[in-house]
């Protein structure tokens, strides 16, 4: 089975720093910003929807998991699993030729090849959780560096340089009039390897922002990891 709970987890405190980063951007506009998000946070908290976590390797669906989420009383969220992708079990259902020669040292080579994937996603999480948790004078020196500017449509956009690595960008794009963010975008390295993570953000109707969906390409090994948000239903309803 492959581990993309550690992905996953950081991809929530990733907005909630980009969302500090463009509150201190933004300068004068920051309070209204700020309120703007608190707002949006607390009528999220009245949802539930579905949520869609899917790894590819070179193209292919390597595994799926669906959740019903919703935040419990004390403000956390809560994840059931609603189906996905089975489990792929290596097994020799009693097939003889799994005995032949060599079909042990096969197998170990795919166990070889299961851990090395999952030392690569827990990499890429690490990666990520690292920019969903910048220190004070990181963050700091994003601001010092930051040009805000007319950005997609009618949005507003941030971004900054340099900020963990030499070369790393991070653009955010925000709607002046609603003070919601629209879009996240940052490009890293792993392994110096390039790595692209961007998120998009939609409304409910008549409703709060949400992350719609997330993606974290790793072009070097081909692997990419995708999270969508979609069914939001108001609780109760």
Not at 15 to 38: C, D, M, N, P, Y
């Amino acid at each position: 089975m492959f581990k993309t709970s550690m992905l996953r987890r950081c991809i929530v405190p990733m907005f909630g720093a980009s969302i500090v980063l463009a509150s201190i951007a933004l300068g004068q506009q920051k309070e209204q910003f700020a309120q703007a998000q608190k707002d949006n946070s607390a009528a999220l908290k009245q949802y539930t929807w579905k949520s869609r976590t899917e790894i590819k390797m070179k193209g292919e669906s390597k595994n799926i998991t669906m959740e019903q989420v919703r935040y419990d009383l004390d403000g956390k969220l809560q994840k059931t699993p609603i189906g996905g992708s089975p489990e792929q079990k290596a097994t020799d259902s009693g097939d003889k030729r799994s005995r032949r020669r060599g079909g042990r040292v096969k197998q170990k080579v795919i166990e070889n090849k299961k851990q090395e994937f999952a030392e690569l996603l827990k990499g890429l999480g690490q990666l990520v959780a690292s920019y969903a948790h910048l220190p004070p004078d990181k963050m700091e020196a994003f601001v010092q560096s930051a040009t805000v500017g007319p950005g997609d449509g009618d949005t507003l956009a941030i971004q900054g340089v340099n900020l963990l690595q030499p070369g790393d960008t991070m653009s955010l794009w925000v709607d002046p009039a609603s003070y919601m963010m629209r879009r996240v975008e940052i490009h890293t390295a792993f392994e110096e390897k390039p790595v692209h993570f961007v998120t998009e953000f939609r409304d409910v109707t008549n409703g709060p922002t949400y992350s719609a969906r997330a993606v974290l390409e790793y072009p070097d090994k081909e692997v990419e990891l995708i999270v969508e948000n979609y069914d939001y239903q108001k609780l109760g309803e």
